[in-house]
C-alpha cells in the first residue's frame, strides 16, 4: 500500500483528460455567485516537475501535455482545451514546454474564488508534505493527510449546497474499484445535487 505516487503519471494522457473536464467543470460552476465546495479525495502532491523526479523516470508526459501542446500549435483547439492549456506555467523556452504541471488541487485553486473553499486529502506522506507546504498561505485550503473515502463523508452536505467532488484513487488496491462506487452512491444519498 501507498506505493504509487502520482508523478510517475504527472502530464500524461489520463491527466489531462481529466483536466481538461474539471477546469470546464469549475469555469461554469464559478459563474454563480453561491461559495462553491472543491473536494479532491485523492490529492496528489499538487504540483509537479515534468523534467524531474518521479515524472522524469517515464516521461509520460511526452504523449499527454507535450503533444497536446504541440497539435494546440498547429490547430485551435476547442474552448475547453484551449481553458486548461491556458492553466499550464510555461518556462521562458523558444518550444514553449511544460515544466512546472498543476496538479488537480493548484488548478482548482486557480479557478476558485476567494468565496470558495478547498478541501484536499492525501494520505502518501512523501505527496502530504509538499501538498500542505504548496497552500500554506491559502486560507481557502484545508489539506489533511487523512483517507479521502472517508473524509468526503463529513463534508456532505456542504453548507453552501454547492460541490465539485474529485474522485480519483490510485487504484493500486484492487477494492478501490468497488469503492469508489460505494462512495459515489454514499455521497449521492447525502448530497445529490453535487458534481461528483
Known sequence: MLSYRHGFHAGNYADVLKHVALVDCLSRLVRKD????YVDT??????YRLREGYAAQNEEWSG??????????????????????SMMTRVDSPDGRVDDYPGSPLIAARLLRP???????ELHPS?????ASLFDDD???AARKADGFAGLRTLLP????????????????????DLVVATVAEALRRFATGVY
Open 42 to 47: 485523492h490529492a496528489g502532491a499538487g504540483s
Open 115 to 121: 468565496q470558495d473553499r478547498l478541501a484536499l486529502f
Open 64 to 85: 499527454g501535455i507535450e503533444r497536446l501542446l504541440e497539435a494546440a500549435k498547429a490547430e485551435a483547439p476547442p474552448p475547453a482545451v484551449a481553458s486548461y492549456l
Open 34 to 37: 453561491t461559495p462553491l465546495l
Open 158 to 177: 456542504p453548507p453552501s449546497r454547492r460541490a465539485l467532488v474529485l474522485i480519483d484513487p490510485s487504484y493500486e488496491l484492487g477494492a478501490d474499484y
Open 139 to 141: 486560507g481557502r485550503v
Open 127 to 131: 505527496d502530504y508534505a509538499p501538498l
